[in-house]
């Protein structure tokens, strides 16, 4: 017969294990051999993808190279986030260690070539194609991608990081087949490029619940409120894309929103505040997509005071 205390002791030692299978931040890595293949369109395309979806995080406005940087993205009690150095550097590079099956892996599913989750990297829902042109440009000799053998720093994320971490995420299905959507459609289109570029991510309610393979099931999709940082370390709350007239984009036109996602300029002037970057490399075609697409969604009023703390 088992005793109280063994009982307590039994219950005990399996919730331990569950909470540390919970919180494993390890997993199985690929055993494919993808290899990226370069035609005429894919360095152009792929150069505009890294720009608009890894520059936020990886380009250093200092050397002008995608070389990392300091990030403010984690509460100082998680830990703290450096992204990694993406230009050929001997020592400090990372593309140049990992295979193009690995990269491809690592943006599918957020799993590094070591196994080590990073959520931030999943991008599910990204072409196959998409992904193959990104790790060309990654591979090419590119100005911002030449040699710059500094180290940004590295990521240390304690163990209320990762249970905080694997408590909201895990690493998605390996979503592989992805076709472009018909790039002439722009609704479908502008859907796409929001889902890649990860506007929802900063710009729905919360910042829990993210749907990664169907963005608009994410908790108060693209309606506004989460709390961000600003360059200073501020916090500042993203505002409601939505087309409300009152407290959205509704009174946007499609040349007051290429100003505001080009040159970070909003209609009524405001200089838009960091985290917001400027997406210039994107074209007149993607950006009216975008546009299309948010103007299409069903406006939700809900006010976002741009106050900062």
Known sequence: MITHNRKKLLVTGILIMIGCWGCRFYFDTTRESFISKKIPPSFERGMILVYTICAGCHFDHTSSKFSGKSLNDLPAIAGHLYSANLTHAATYGRPDKYTDAELFYLLKRGIAKNGRFMPYMMKPMMADEDINDIIVYLRSNDAALTADDTNPGKTRINLIGKMGIRFLMRPTPYNKGVARPDENNPVAYGRYLVGIIGCYHCHSRKATGLDFFHPENTKGYLQGGIKLKDSKGKRIYAPNLTPDKETGIGNY????????????????????????????KLTDKQVDAIYAYLQSLPPVKHGVSPHVE
């Open 253 to 280: 036109t499609m040349q007051g929103f290429r100003d505001a996602v080009r040159k970070g300029i909003s209609p009524s002037e405001v200089v838009l505040s960091p985290p917001m970057g400027k997406f210039d």
